[in-house]
């Protein structure tokens, strides 16, 4: 059991879900206030995503990670920033023709997924480790090898700490192989995302057993989306590892009851201390992760 826990809070994710709640937040303002929300609630982490403020739909946009990360440190607290480098995955294609790109396709190289990191250099950034067919359909995640390689060499040239995100076991075989080819610096932040159709799905011998596959020294989350969403907070805390929760993951406190993201942190705090443990401090997250110091320009601070 890990007795200190790093909370994160994914606050809104790219998915179609801003017209499933309320609550979801779209706009730059409202992205960065329900992150300020959540760290005052007691994330030690937030996880950031921006959405077209058009479709509402997730989008690449700098200016828009600029806007939140500025009103984030404009603010009275402090947690460790998180921007996603998942975007610009999203392949596609026609089953009929699947040379043919369908509507929906967003798909760049991996330098050309990290402007925004490169520009804003938060703490933390993800790193998507492997390609997966992405749910129902035909869309498909793509993040190859020599993609992986090349994004590592650039987020570990920054000083970034990559979160690497682990959707199924082939995907955790390779973050081992990018930590053992020391594109990964110590030490190593997995993420492993349960219940994603069709990635890992949410069991807990399959939870253990991917701990177990861990390098040496490693630190992990492991979160598992809707309604499992807040019992495995427990989960992974029991298994060793941090948690995480939010709207981009689960749109309900309770069954028929919509949840904000400051809800849903309150909550998994309790069920941390619950079992015992605390929930770190962004600062004792900083020093449990190992995270780099950035300069206040570097963070944004005078965007």
């Not at 480098?85 to 997924?113: F, S």
């Not at 995907?171 to 993420?191: H, K, M, R, S, T």
């Not at 993201?261 to 449990?288: F, K, M, Q």
């Amino acid at each position: 059991m890990n007795r200190k826990v790093i909370l994160t809070c994914a606050v809104t994710g790219a998915g179609d879900t801003a017209g499933k709640s309320e609550h979801v937040p779209v706009t730059p303002e409202e992205i960065a206030a329900d992150a300020i929300a959540a760290a005052r609630a007691g994330a030690s982490v937030v996880h950031i995503h921006v959405r077209d403020l058009e479709t509402t739909l997730g989008s690449r946009e700098v200016a828009y990670y600029r806007e939140v990360v500025r009103l984030i440190r404009a603010s009275d607290v402090d947690p460790v920033i998180n921007l996603t480098a998942g975007m610009g995955g999203d392949l596609v294609i026609d089953p009929q023709d699947p040379t043919t790109q369908m509507p929906g396709t967003d798909l760049v190289n991996a330098l050309e997924r990290l402007p925004h990191v490169e520009e804003l250099l938060p703490e933390i950034c993800t790193l998507d480790c492997g390609s997966l067919n992405f749910g129902e359909g035909s869309n498909i995640y793509v993040s190859t090898p020599d993609m992986l390689r090349e994004g590592s060499k650039k987020i570990q040239t920054l000083g970034v700490r990559p979160e690497l995100e682990i959707f199924d076991t082939g995907n955790l075989w390779f973050a081992n192989v990018l930590v053992e080819e020391g594109l990964i610096d110590p030490p190593p932040l997995y993420q492993l995302c349960m219940g994603i159709p069709y990635g890992a799905p949410v069991d807990a011998g399959l939870l253990q057993a991917m701990v177990h596959l861990l390098p040496k020294g490693a630190e992990f989350t492991s979160f598992a989306i809707g309604r499992n969403q807040l019992p495995w907070v427990a989960q992974s805390v029991l298994a060793g590892g941090h948690a995480r929760v939010g709207l981009e993951d689960n749109l309900y406190i309770s069954k028929g009851v919509k949840a904000t993201n400051a809800g849903l942190t309150d909550r998994a705090v309790s069920i941390i201390e619950d079992l015992g443990a605390e929930v770190a401090t962004p600062d004792e997250a900083r020093e449990i992760l190992g995270l780099r110091v950035q300069t206040a320009t570097a963070m944004g601070a005078d965007l």
